[in-house]
């Protein structure tokens, strides 16, 4: 069984920074993808970044420029630099890896950012 454990999250005022991580345990598969999601209040959840085993990146527009999305394939975790953080960036931000069809998720981090 896999599990996913995000770190990292808390309140910050908007232009600071966070540094979400997440770890994965039990047996692991090697991922193909790694990702961040988030979900704000009433609306859906939504992609933030994803990363390659091979370290290709997609970001969302709304976070190009400020958020920045790594991995490291040893120890199976997967890391999302926060910087200029704007109040619409508020939303619980979920850990994500892929192995071929299959999906699995933590079980979220919230992000506040106060105007």
């Known amino acids: 069984q896999v599990q996913l454990v995000e770190s990292g999250g808390g309140l910050v005022q908007a232009g600071g920074s966070l540094r979400l991580s997440c770890a994965a345990s039990?047996?692991?598969?090697?991922?193909?993808?790694m990702g961040w999601y988030r979900q704000a209040p009433g609306k859906q959840r939504e992609l933030v970044a994803v990363i390659t085993s091979d370290g290709r990146t997609t970001y969302a527009e709304s976070v190009k420029g400020r958020f920045t999305i790594s991995r490291d394939n040893e120890k199976n975790t997967v890391s999302l630099q926060m910087n200029s953080l704007k109040p619409q960036d508020t939303a619980v931000y979920y850990c994500n890896a892929r192995k071929l069809q299959t999906f699995y998720w933590g079980r979220g981090t919230q992000v506040t950012v106060s105007s």
């Open positions: 039990g047996s692991i598969p090697s991922f193909n993808d």
